[in-house]
């Protein structure tokens, strides 16, 4: 039980620094991560291109909780409070009949559900 207690203060509490980005991911140095889903269909590719998130992001302590919000018609932000939250966009590669929905998470828990079914690219 202690071990889950720590578990649970280590990731909500304290500062963290990214330690790695990759297609799938953003990996924080307490072990929390950013991803994202989508239940793809037959000819459609939904994805958040972490790649992109600005050398800033990559060098900034960022202090728990994380914050997210959605960025109508791009992608999302998240971060700790205005003028400290970084942006990642999202994309919708499709012929303009499927959805462009794309959920966030961090650490295995939806934090965002991105719907822009009005919109081809997010």
């Not at 950013?34 to 239940?39: G, L, N, T």
């Amino acid at each position: 039980m202690a071990r889950l207690v720590g578990m649970f203060v280590e990731r909500t509490i304290g500062e963290i620094e990214i330690t790695e980005i990759n297609d799938e991911y953003i990996l924080f140095s307490n072990g929390s991560k950013i991803s994202y889903d989508h239940d793809q269909d037959c000819c459609e590719w939904n994805y958040a291109d972490f790649e992109q998130l600005d050398d800033i992001a990559r060098k900034t302590k960022f202090t728990l909780p994380l914050q997210f919000e959605g960025v109508e018609g791009s992608g999302f932000r998240f971060g700790n409070e205005p003028g400290k939250m970084f942006f990642v966009p999202c994309y919708s590669e499709q012929n303009g009949y499927y959805t462009s929905e794309l959920n966030i998470y961090l650490d295995g828990r939806q934090v965002l559900h991105i719907d822009e079914t009005d919109e081809k690219d997010y």
